[in-house]
């Protein structure tokens, strides 16, 4: 099964979406990762884009905030953003706290506590430490 292509076909319906993401989570190579960046960046379905930002904090690779910081931004669904605050903890990189702390005082609590628990992330486990 492509889940490369299920992920990117907005007719197939959210669960599958959901699970190509889940299912392209074990893979390590570019392709799946562009997938998964494109789907944050452009799936329809707010909790699509969740579980897509879950995966890509889940990769632990830095690089990757610099996609996670334009949809943070750019996101108007609360879900989301609290996913891509996590995300920015678990990968664990110092240069995006200050773009995190812009979300200390957003209105909706999850958001605003998860921006917190980022940061005491990022601020505990730098220094070479990942977050496990």
Known sequence: MNYIEIILDHERSKEERTQAAFHLAGRQDENALEALIKAVLTDPSCIVRHECAFVLGDKRKP?????LAKTVKEDSSNIVI?????AFGTLGDPSYILLIRESIN???V???????MAIERIEKYKGGKTFQ
Do not use: C, N, Q
């Not at 690089?63 to 996609?67: S, V």
């Not at 999850?110 to 917190?116: F, G, L, P, R």
């Open 110 to 116: 999850i958001v605003s506590e998860t921006a917190e």
């Open 63 to 67: 690089y990757l905030g610099k996609y």
């Open 106 to 108: 957003y209105p909706d």
């Open 82 to 86: 609290h996913e891509e605050l996590s």
